[in-house]
């Protein structure tokens, strides 16, 4: 029983990955980009309650905790596929990020409505797949 269990573990694993990956096997090309100038947006595999984005002309909010608590951010376009923003409030005073840290997003490639953003925060790099979903 426990052979089995562990190889379970890395099945798992591999298949998150490709699940993951399958949304960008035919990228639009080229990306289309102007899909983060509005909307509302989640990340993948995560359900809309628990975290979500929306944004409207020049402003971005993301919500967390069942849309209890928030950061606002102003929104700049630098160039098509890459924008700053710029924390401008939040409600939750346990979260590390503070009103005026700018976040630089670069749009990598999107899949009909799946965009996979690279953003810089401070030093730190994360790459994120988002889905529109209004």
């Known amino acids: 029983m426990r052979a ?43 359900p809309a309650k628990k975290w979500n984005i929306v944004i409207k002309k020049d402003a971005q909010r993301e919500y967390t905790n069942n849309g209890k608590d928030y950061i606002k951010y102003k929104v700049e376009f ?10 401008t409030g939040k409600s939750d005073g346990k979260n590390p990020i503070r009103i005026g840290d700018v976040i630089t997003n670069k749009i990598v490639e999107t899949d009909h409505q799946f965009i996979k953003i690279s953003s ?9 797949i988002l889905e529109k979903v209004e």
């Open 4 to 46: 089995n269990s562990l190889l379970i573990i890395p099945f798992i694993f591999c298949t998150s990955n490709v699940i993951a990956q399958e949304h960008f096997l035919l990228p639009d090309n080229p990306a289309k980009c102007h899909l983060m100038k509005e909307g509302k947006f989640i990340k993948e595999g995560e």
């Open 78 to 87: 630098i160039d098509n596929c890459t924008y700053k923003t710029t924390v």
């Open 120 to 128: 810089q925060y401070f030093n730190k790099i994360e790459e994120i």
